[in-house]
């Protein structure tokens, strides 16, 4: 078992036949991930990698029987093509791309809340349930089938935790690159809310950056809980000037809120063990499932 994808889950790619598209998408099946079409506007009735393409979502999905989407669409188009998506009703949308406007995402956000669509992302590395299915961009040689489940915000330190969980031999239930925007869909809650249910999954991991709220509420949220699960975290950014945004648009300090202290300090208090280093990630999640 494992949360979001499963084995039965049928992908489409928005983008399909653009080179980030391509590229993606053909090792995602490679890998085995049931990617059944493809969207791209004035391509349809063609076929690319070995499947249909068609010239909408809601063509696709009535075709495929399609229920997700991975999108691989420039900034300017991912607003209009996450929407699509959802107005398709499909019960699942990654969005990879980075840099869509805020205020698009302020529109995408409000249809969102009028349906039954997740979305994952945007700015973000995707979703990944091993030997399963891959939608978006992590690499694949780093995953093993096992019992961790991983929610991240920052990208590069997800394939970090990945890489640790395999070389410790604990392996991943699923891994959630949530994204980094300030408006984003699936939040660090929702996701460790999920991992709290899997039967996979045995103990979570959760990497964490300064800048927004999203830590502190996961923090409120586990503090809710009477029975749960080992949770390790990891704060990036424990050196970023307040007021001045690095790498990630939501990675910004405001007046003294989501500074790095902040986020560890209520992890802690919620009772979560947050290593110092990226580097004891693997090791002390190990040390907490053995104890």
């Known amino acids: 078992m494992a949360i979001l994808v499963n084995a039965s889950t049928r992908i489409i790619c928005q983008g399909i036949t653009g080179r980030q598209g391509s590229f993606h998408c053909e090792r995602a099946i490679a890998s085995g991930t049931n990617i059944v079409g493809g969207v791209r506007k004035g391509k349809g009735g063609s076929r690319h990698l070995g499947v249909p393409v068609f010239d909408s979502v809601d063509e696709a999905v009535e075709v495929t029987q399609a229920n997700a989407s991975v999108i691989f669409v420039p900034p300017a188009n991912a607003a209009d093509a996450i929407i699509e998506a959802v107005d398709a009703g499909l019960d699942l949308v990654v969005c990879v791309t980075e840099r869509i406007p805020v205020l698009d995402m302020v529109r995408v956000r409000h249809r969102l809340n009028t349906g039954s669509t997740l979305l994952v992302g945007p700015n973000s ?138 986020k560890i300090g209520a992890l802690q208090a919620a009772g979560v063990t947050v290593v110092s280093s990226p580097i004891d990630i693997g090791r002390t999640m190990a040390d907490q499932l053995s104890s």
Not at 217 to 242: F, N
């Open 125 to 262: 590395p995707g979703l990944a349930v091993p030997g399963v299915s891959t939608l978006g961009i992590m690499p694949q040689g780093i995953f093993l089938p096992g019992r961790i489940g991983i929610v991240s915000r920052a990208s590069t330190l997800t394939y970090e935790a990945v890489d640790q969980t395999t070389r410790n031999g604990l392996g991943q239930s699923t891994c959630v690159g949530v994204g980094a925007d300030p408006v984003v869909g699936a939040s660090v809650v929702q996701c460790l809310a999920q991992f709290m249910r899997d039967e996979q999954t045995e103990g979570i991991i959760l990497i964490g950056e300064v800048g927004g709220t999203s830590e502190e509420r996961a923090a409120e949220y586990l503090s809710s809980l009477t029975d749960r699960k080992p949770v390790v975290a990891y704060i990036a950014g424990q050196t970023v000037p307040e007021g001045r945004r690095m790498g990630h648009a939501g990675t910004i300090i405001h007046y003294g809120t989501g500074t790095a202290e902040s």
